[in-house]
């Protein structure tokens, strides 16, 4: 059972610049959106960061796009689309393997 980690200077073995390390170059929530309609997710387990392992990737997603539908920006959803841009760059490093 391989986890993926993100966090640290290191994803699958490649270096990330350090901007995509500390999320400077925030996605919105639309951009997101919009990738996780298309995009294919890997099977769980995912270690997303040092305190998150997300065991269903599917429903991760659609729980967490629903939370942020449904209820109106503000600084409770900040948490909700940092992590789905965590997950966001996890795949993108993935498949650019």
């Known amino acids: 059972m391989a986890e993926v980690m993100l966090f640290g200077p290191k ?3 490649k270096s990330l610049s350090p901007a995509c390390i ?3 170059c925030r996605m919105s929530q639309a951009e997101l959106e919009a990738y996780f309609e298309t995009a294919t997710l890997p099977a769980g387990p995912i270690r997303l960061n040092e305190a998150t392992v997300i ?3 599917e429903l991760f ?3 967490h796009l629903h939370s942020l539908k449904f209820n109106p920006p503000n600084k409770i959803a900040e948490p909700l689309l940092y992590r789905l841009e965590q997950l966001y760059h996890i795949i993108e490093a993935e498949s650019a393997s």
């Open 11 to 13: 994803l699958f073995n």
């Open 22 to 24: 500390n999320y400077l």
């Open 55 to 57: 065991q269903d990737p």
């Open 61 to 63: 997603v659609r729980v």
